[in-house]
Structure formats: C-alpha cells, structure tokens
C-alpha cells in the first residue's frame, strides 16, 4: 500500500510560479510511474503529466501545460514535483498525485490506471 501527500498549493496572481511536491511511502517508490492531475469544479479529473520510473525519466505532459509546468522525481527522497509557471486562471484547480504501478504499455493519461492517489493540493490562480 503505497501512501502520497501533496502539498505546496495555495493562492497566487496570475503569471507566478508555484511548485507542488508529493512524498510517497509504504511502498517501492521506483516500481511506479508518477503523475500530476487537476479537477476543476464540476469538470473531470484532467491528465496533467507524467513521468516513467526512471531510465532517462521518460515525460509527458499535457497540451495545455507544456513549455509552462515541469514534472520531475527524486528517488531518493521519494517524491514527484511540478514545477508550475506562469499560472493562468485555468490552472485553478485540486491538484493529485498518483501512483501507476501496471507493466506493459503505459497509459500515463488515463486516470482509471492510476493505484493511487493522495488528497490533493488546492491551486487557485487569482487574475
């Protein structure tokens, strides 16, 4: 059973930079793939990015966020970060992350295939 706790959310302006982290434990934390979500208020969960065990840390990110969000993982310290800049009042949302832990071809975006989750981090881009 592997534990995540996401924190680093909050309120900030339009244009700013914010960074999200997420501790894994009780678990083999380099077994899984990491991703980032975000559900917004009466919206679906939404892919965010994602990013391999490690071997070359293989990334993919959402059309929305690329060039402006950085996913990035220490297995050291067992955690996943995104580095988020230049927000914009669509990033508003709870922020998840996640843990996939299936073999075989990878289905980074689809949340459905994720073994789990932490609670959340709240971000709310304010214009």
């Known amino acids: 059973q592997v534990q995540l706790v996401e924190s680093g959310g909050g309120l900030v302006q339009v244009g700013d930079s914010l960074t999200l982290s997420c501790a894994a434990s009780g678990g083999t934390f380099t077994y899984y793939a990491m991703g980032w979500f975000r559900q917004a208020p009466g919206k679906e969960r939404e892919f965010v990015g994602a990013?391999?065990?490690?071997?070359?840390?293989?990334?993919h990110y959402a059309e929305s966020v690329k060039g402006r969000f950085t996913i990035s993982r220490d297995n050291v310290k067992n955690t996943v970060h995104l580095q988020m800049n230049d927000l914009k009042p669509e990033d508003t949302a709870l922020y998840y992350c996640g843990a996939y832990g299936h073999k075989g071809r990878w289905h980074y975006d689809v949340a459905d295939r994720y073994d789990y989750w932490g609670q959340g981090t709240q971000v709310t881009v304010s214009s």
């Open positions: 990013i391999a065990q490690q071997e070359g840390y293989i990334k």
